[in-house]
């Protein structure tokens, strides 16, 4: 019976193994988490892939079945009130096999009831035997749904390719919600708007705009006003320009919200004006049709004109409020805009009441009126890569931050430019405020509704409070703020302490529909009483942390919040909340309690004792770290030429010395970390590097002689030279004459070219790696065997060499052109130890040189110059 | 004759003190064939003078032709070269003599070597050297004779060396018997590539000779020269030609070079001259690289 069961076992492994054998690798497909409210996805469809036993099941039904004979699936079919299966890639013809053996046959497209949600489907699904994965799918567009205005892709603000986290978030709002709606009036406080304008005219109202200083309805445009109406509404998509937030979609025929132009500056200058100027056309814009009033303008405390605020300018400027009519102004338009003179929401306004929004000031100080003053919304500004802008006013009297720093937007004249200033942060916030009510507005929307939509939805999550300019504009949060379900509370909240950090871990959780919660919310402090009464909205009272996890629903996320006071008794608590920032309940508050700081750690990775040669590198890695988290600092100390660096990867650091840059001698290394509250811990690390020792010649190079052009012979070097530190020697050549011989070194073995004859003189050095040399001399022949004798240098200056083939007793006469005998010798001469004569003091001219050896007599002529 | 010696004085001052190795040797070579045969014995030839510019212009006045011209080429064995010469003597009513020459070697090519032997190319070396001379029979018996010439060696590329040279004589004749005295090849000095100066070999030069007739139509020359090199070498060359009618010659001769430029050598000629045109033909004998050397000339003269 063993023995049958292990053979089935074995057939069972045999079959799988052919299994794998003909088909595609199983792959972990990633799972697409989707929410209930994603547009982007087609209702009633999803594609599935199942294993080869459902999709065998389902080829084999008759056509138009949908049964695939597994229970749970067809169950599931009948929940879903699957209608239609078919495969997505079709039968391939002759092409079948190899679509087979890739697996593509089991991927099926799967119709059934859109009143069921995709979320609930893949649930359903996904978790069934046989049903490998379950993706939506998605609508599919060309990729150009990026508006087609032509400075769109200078408009960070908007949408921020290089750094998404830092632009206002407004793109899904377009793509599924709305770009504005025309019942929706803007009122610019600002010089006059160019309502002329190529990219704003569609959006401007016809008439209704008023000139606050004439008192009239002529608009004297000017850049400020056009620049901060562009960026509200100017119109999208619409092939010229730049796009406005809330400015409708051309190529849709959408219209955008309504600019309604409130001129408080004289003939379109910027400057100064009359204060009494803009409170009148605050009022305006309430008494006709506008809900929103923008106002990027503020008062003017530089009193002697010098372009900065000093002295008692800046103390005047640090002590400003709002000026009691402007006030006034501004509470008659929160109150009666949208609304009759009972105060009642007009039948045809989107809103009842109205919201004003001013820019915080651009004086770099910690204050802004009439920004500061509390009903209206206060813009602070935010350059491109996240941070504060430099010249934005400050303090935690500002509401919300936009982006201000090269502004992309209209001006007077047709024209387009870049601005900065917390003007143009400011209508970034009108215009969603604008959107917001395009969207939302209608009976029973009010004003405060817009303004939690638009504050409560703030981002805060990459933006430190330190820059006290608010949290980040969130178009899309402000959307769908309030407009999804809150996710479930967290009921597993795991809390410990490294000495001041808090690590808190829990599992995320999610809406009913699955949706898995956007963030979570650590509230903590070390007042128990007031975590315990600390809710979503009214939490400022304790500290607090955002984390934004990125595992889906059900997995476990952990989160730190560092800092905090050493030994000190913490109470925390947590609450979920969706993107529209509709919060869970909190879980229980718990209590921890931080300790002392712990030291940082040092341990080299690798066993001493550590001592290398001149060719060897040192290279000690070593694990730095803090048991509390703590960042560090870490430095090394040492004598000899060094590299200290920290691996990218594994984080761990390296200590590097390279014998060659280091005298030989005893060194140490002084390593010390130190963390953030100055705890610090040092570690010494002992080294040597070692006595070199020079090359040692083993035997000289004898001559060589090549009797062909072109022939090449190698030396093996090792039986010459040796280096007692084992090193590989590098060998330096130097040749009197490189026409002649070439010479290459190739590791320990030189290859000798004859390239032309001759004969040259070639010195080898063999260098160690600190420079001590071992140099070998000898000479090199290549001759001509066909010629036994060698008359060179050819004419002379000075000496003259004679060579033969072999060495043999030479006698060498010279007779001058005349004949006469000017010199006689007898030489032991061979071809590499010519015999080398004097010719220094022969006149210059033609001589004849006879060369007799072995009976023979040769003769040559040399020229002597 | 005051002036005779002022000019040679003049002209020996150019001459270094000591100089050993001599520049431009070939200017002290004779290759004429006429010449070769009384090996080279012919201060006081008046018999053939067309080559009078590189011996002694002072002989022409004394010859009984009016133009004597000839060239020839001579196989010149010490290194193997092939020369070219040529010259030309005028005797103006015996009075006056005007002579020039040129002579042309041809060197072997030689393979030009590097320090190490390779061969980067080739090239031919070779020599020329120029002459004019005049004379001045200013009495009966005694003539004044002086050559100027220009000699050079190219012995490389971009390398040549030259040398200016002159010859002085004065000449007087008794009868049959002819005597001359003067310096030979006094001139300016040559530099080696390294700077070394050297001059070209100069020598005072002494000749003499006796022609008899014999029955008409026997003639016998006698011809003996001396040069003492200011180097403080010795040569001396003695020859002799029997001509029968004018019309055939045979020449003998002995040169004793010692450490002089050219050595040691005897040598053999004959020539033939009829209406005027002239064949001669000389070959030298020597245990030295100048032995077999043979040259060949054709003249003409009336």
Redesign the interface.
């Known amino acids: 019976m063993k023995r049958l069961f292990a053979a089935i076992l074995m057939a069972t492994f045999l079959v799988s193994c052919a299994d794998k054998e003909l088909n595609a690798p199983d792959v972990d497909y990633p799972q697409t988490e989707i929410s209930s409210a994603d547009n982007a996805v087609v209702k009633g469809k999803c594609i599935v892939l199942f294993s080869e036993d459902v999709t065998s099941a389902i080829e084999e039904s008759p056509a138009g079945d949908i049964s695939t004979k597994s229970a749970g699936i067809d169950q599931m079919f009948r929940e879903m009130g699957v209608t239609h299966l078919e495969r997505l890639f079709p039968h391939a013809g002759k092409f079948e096999p190899r679509t087979r053996k890739e697996g593509m046959h089991r991927w099926y497209v799967i119709e059934y009831s859109e009143e069921v949600a995709f979320t609930k489907a893949s649930s359903g699904l996904g978790g069934l035997p046989g049903v490998e994965l379950v993706e939506p799918v998605r609508k599919v567009r060309l990729n150009d749904y990026a508006f087609n205005d032509t400075y769109y892709d200078q408009m960070w603000g908007l949408d921020n390719v290089v750094k998404p986290a830092y632009d206002i978030n407004v793109v899904p709002v377009w793509e599924n919600y709305t770009t504005g709606n025309p019942d929706v009036i803007v009122s610019v406080v600002d010089n006059g708007v160019d309502i002329k304008h190529e990219d704003l005219a569609d959006n401007c109202l016809t008439t209704g705009h008023y000139n606050s200083v004439d008192k009239s309805s002529t608009i004297f445009p000017g850049d400020h006003g056009t620049h901060v109406a562009g960026t509200i509404a100017a119109v999208g998509n619409n092939g010229k320009g730049v796009v406005g937030i809330a400015g409708g979609d051309a190529s849709k025929g959408q219209k955008g919200v309504k600019i309604m132009s409130c001129q408080i500056f004289k003939d379109g200058v910027s400057g100064s004006t009359d204060n009494e100027v803009s409170s009148r056309a605050i009022k305006w814009g309430a008494d006709h049709g506008a809900v929103i009033s923008q106002n990027s303008w503020g008062y003017v405390y530089d009193a002697n004109n010098d372009g900065s605020v000093t002295g008692d300018e800046l103390k005047d400027a640090l002590d400003a409020a709002v000026t009691p009519y402007d006030a006034k102004a501004i509470d008659y338009f929160i109150k009666y805009a949208g609304c009759d003179n009972d105060g009642n929401q007009l039948p045809d306004s989107p809103m009842k009441g109205g919201v004003v929004i001013f820019a915080a000031g651009n004086d770099n100080i910690a204050n802004g009126a009439p920004a500061n003053y509390e009903p209206v919304i206060a813009v602070g500004s935010l350059a491109s890569d996240g941070t504060k802008s430099t010249f934005s006013n400050y303090g935690p009297w500002v509401d919300i931050a936009a982006p201000g720093t090269n502004i992309m937007s209209t001006v007077n004249g047709g024209g387009y430019n870049t601005m900065n200033g917390t003007s143009m942060a400011c209508p970034h916030v009108s215009g969603v405020a604008a959107l917001v009510v395009s969207y939302h507005g209608g009976p029973g929307f009010t004003n405060e509704m817009l303004k939690e939509k638009i504050l409560n939805s703030a981002n805060s999550t990459d933006f430190p409070t330190s820059y006290q300019v608010g949290p980040m504009l969130d178009a899309y949060g402000a959307i769908t703020y309030g407009t999804d379900a809150a996710p479930a509370p967290v009921t597993d909240l795991e809390v410990s302490t490294r000495a001041n950090t808090l690590d808190l871990r829990w599992t995320v959780t999610a809406d009913e529909d699955g949706k898995p919660a956007y963030g979570f919310l650590v509230l903590y402090s070390k007042d128990k009483t007031k975590v315990e009464e600390a809710t979503s909205t009214n939490y400022k009272s304790v500290s607090y942390a955002a984390c934004i996890p990125q595992q889906p629903a059900g997995e476990k996320v952990d989160f730190s919040v560092k800092g905090l006071d050493f030994t000190a008794e913490y109470y925390v608590k947590v609450l979920a909340y969706s993107y529209g920032r509709n919060y869970s309940a909190a879980t229980e508050v718990m209590t921890v309690q931080t300790t002392t700081n712990n030291a940082p750690v040092i341990e080299p990775l690798s066993e001493g004792p550590y001592a290398i040669k001149a060719s060897e590198v040192l290279e000690v890695p070593f694990a730095i770290s803090d048991p509390d988290g703590h960042a560090l600092e870490v430095n090394v100390s040492c004598e000899a030429a060094h590299v200290f660096s920290q691996s990218m990867e594994t984080g761990a650091y390296v200590f590097t010395v390279v014998g060659k840059e280091v005298e030989p001698g005893d060194y140490e290394a002084e390593f010390t970390a130190k963390d953030e509250y100055g705890e610090e811990t040092a570690y010494t690390m002992p080294f040597s590097v070692l006595d070199n020792a020079a090359p040692v010649i083993l035997k000289e190079i004898e001559d060589i002689l090549i009797s062909a052009k072109g022939k090449e012979m190698s030396i093996d070097m090792t039986e010459y030279v040796t280096d007692p530190d084992g090193e590989q020697l590098k060998y330096d050549i130097t040749v009197?004459?490189n026409?002649?011989v070439h010479v290459t070194p190739r590791a320990d073995r030189l290859y000798v070219t004859a390239l032309?004859?001759?004969?040259?003189d070639v010195e080898i050095a063999a260098s160690d790696v600190r420079g001590e040399k071992a140099v070998f001399n000898f000479k090199v022949l290549v001759k001509d065997p066909s010629d036994p004798v060698?008359?060179?240098?050819?004419?002379v200056?000075?000496y003259v060499?004679v060579?033969t083939l072999e060495m043999a007793e030479t006698v060498i006469a010279i007779?001058?052109?005349?004949?006469?005998?000017?010199y006689e010798g007898t030489y032991q001469v061979s071809g590499i130890e010519p015999a080398r004569i004097d010719m220094?003091?022969?006149?210059?001219?033609?001589?004849?040189i006879s060369v007799s050896f072995g009976g023979n007599e040769y003769?040559?002529?040399?020229?002597?110059? | 004759m005051k002036k005779l010696v002022y000019i040679v004085g003049a002209l020996m001052l150019l001459v270094p003190a000591v100089a050993?190795?001599?520049?431009?040797?070939?200017v002290?070579?004779e290759t004429d064939a006429a010449s070769l045969g009384t090996a080279g014995a012919n201060l006081v030839q008046t018999g053939s003078v067309a080559n009078a510019s590189f011996s002694n212009a002072a002989a022409i006045p004394f010859s009984e032709q009016t133009m004597d011209v000839a060239a020839g080429y001579t196989m010149w064995?010490?290194?193997?070269?092939n020369i070219l010469n040529a010259g030309a003597a005028f005797n103006l009513k015996q009075k006056f003599g005007v002579a020039v020459g040129f002579q042309y070697?041809m060197?072997?090519?030689?393979?030009?070597?590097?320090?190490?032997?390779?061969?980067t190319g080739t090239?031919s070396?070779s020599?020329m050297h120029v002459n004019v001379g005049l004379a001045w029979r200013f009495l009966p018996f005694l003539s004044l004779g002086a050559n100027v010439g220009y000699a050079t060696?190219s012995?490389?590329e971009g390398?040549s060396?030259g040398a200016l040279a002159a010859d002085v004589f004065a000449m007087a004749k008794f009868g049959g018997l002819k005597v001359t005295a003067g310096v030979a090849n006094v001139g300016t000095t040559?530099k080696?590539?390294?700077g070394?100066e050297?001059c070209i070999p100069g020598s005072i030069a002494v000749g003499a000779g006796y022609s008899k007739v014999f029955g008409e139509k026997n003639g016998i020359d006698v011809l003996v020269d001396a040069d003492y090199y200011f180097s403080g070498w010795m040569a001396v060359a003695a020859g002799a030609a029997y001509t029968y009618n004018d019309f055939v010659s045979v020449r003998v001769g002995y040169r004793y070079?010692g450490?002089?430029?050219?050595?040691s050598y005897a040598s053999v000629g004959a020539g033939v001259k009829l209406l005027g045109i002239k064949l001669d033909a000389a070959y030298l004998i020597?245990s030295?690289?100048?032995g077999n050397t043979l040259a060949l000339s054709l003249g003409y003269t009336f």
């Open positions: 009197s004459n026409k002649v032309a004859y001759g004969l040259v060698s008359v060179y240098p050819n004419p200056t000075d060499n060579g007779t001058s052109s005349t004949g006469k005998l000017v220094t003091g022969f006149v210059p001219g033609t001589y004849s003769k040559r002529t040399v020229v002597k110059l | 050993q190795a001599q520049a431009l040797p070939f002290a070579a064995q010490p290194v193997s070269s070697g060197n072997p090519a030689y393979d030009v070597t590097n320090s190490s032997g390779a061969v090239f070396p020599d060696s012995l490389a390398h060396y040559v080696d590539a390294a070394n050297f070079g450490e002089s430029p050219v050595p020597s030295s690289p100048i």
